[in-house]
């Protein structure tokens, strides 16, 4: 069976892993390096049971925050606000209970035993070294703060998360002996872990593709190959790719090859940003996240990454310093002390996003030969793994024991 893989993301990389390693002759293909993008920057945190959609109830209320306070965690200049509208009006959409409900458990049988999958693939390439499970660590400033977060943790509890509150800054520091900031209530989750360095992790998990046979290619994919209404292959600058199967798995640029067949899905950017700090002069054992706009700090192993902010701004448009800044006050509400000494400027990501919070994975129903996996939104990295893992069952069998109904393309009509 031959496969095309479009990107060499995490998720690309973790699907193609897994084909290759059920018997499938993979091609990869990226313009860019194995995991340079997206993948590359983000917060390490491999969070299996954070299953609460971005959406949930009372979410338009946040809405004119987004739109006006620059500083929010989440922000929508005024500009892009038009081409935001049908996206946000979908995202409030979803946040009705019912879907709230629908949403968490989908996640949660996607997400369910995300470590393990991990360490599945680690542990085959030698590299268990790159996840830590020293958990995670929330930082409120006092309970009437945690209130407003208290439904999706709720909801969490109720998919099996393990939560242990830690009252009153000493009880933080019993765990997180440098947190200096007013924090009054800590919100530790034991059973979460971490990756040390997402862009060795998507390098030593494309370099299993290799070792199981398969072939990783820098190329941009142009176009999909059509013969009569079924795909079977891909166009690159150096020529023609046939293969059984296709996958689309290009991140936040996905919908743009999906479009000349005349397929629209909502999918967004969420930019986030992040800066590295070389040193930091601090001790952090796992990502903390203080929960005013929840910014990851995540101890790397080169450095202090502090990662986070959604803005919306779309693929093209060049990134804003400012949103990186407030990261920094992120760092110092927590570490005032931190040593901002070799800040090595900033860097900016896509988030794929879709408006229920779910990726679309699966068969294109219209188009026998495509698939998709794209989408994960803020768990990507989270869900690459257990993604692979899923997809490559679904694509050569024996069918997985979960439904891929909720992820469908289709959801969208
Ligand atoms: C600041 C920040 C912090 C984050 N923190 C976390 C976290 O702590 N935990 C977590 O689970 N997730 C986190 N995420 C989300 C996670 O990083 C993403 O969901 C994930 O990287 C998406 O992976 P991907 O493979 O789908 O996309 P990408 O990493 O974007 O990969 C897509 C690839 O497709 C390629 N591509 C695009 N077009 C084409 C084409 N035409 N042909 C061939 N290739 C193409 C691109 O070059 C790219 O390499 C964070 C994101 C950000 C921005």
Known sequence: MKVIV???????????????????????LDGDEPGAGTSSGNAGAISAGSVAPLAMPGVLKTVPGMLTDPKAALHIPLRYWPRAFPWLWRFVASARPAQVQATANALGALMFGAMERHREILAAEGALDLIRETGQLYLYRNRAQYQK?????????????????????????????????DYQLGVFIPEQGSCINPRRHAQVVAAGILRQGGQIRREPVEALLLEGQRVD???????????????LAAGAFSARLLAPLGIKVPLESQRGYHVMLPAAGIQVNRPLI???????????????RVAGTVEFGGLDAPPTPYRAELLLEDLRSVFPQASTEGLQGFWMGHRPCLPDSLPVLGPVKAWPGLWCAFGHGHLGLTGAAPTGALLSRAMLGPAPNTSLAPFALERFG
């Open 233 to 247: 292959g891909v166009r690159t600058p150096a020529g023609e790719y046939r293969a059984d199967m296709v996958v």
């Open 149 to 181: 977060d208290a439904g999706s943790w709720a909801l969490r509890q109720q998919h099996g998360m393990r939560i242990e509150f830690l009252e009153g800054l000493s009880a933080i520091q019993a765990l997180e002996p440098d947190v200096r900031g």
């Open 290 to 304: 203080p929960a005013d706009r929840k910014a990851f700090i995540s101890p790397m192993e080169t450095g202090l």
């Open 6 to 28: 479009i990107g060499a993301g995490v998720v690309g990389l973790c699907l193609g892993w897994h084909l290759a390693r059920d018997g499938a002759e993979v091609l990869v």
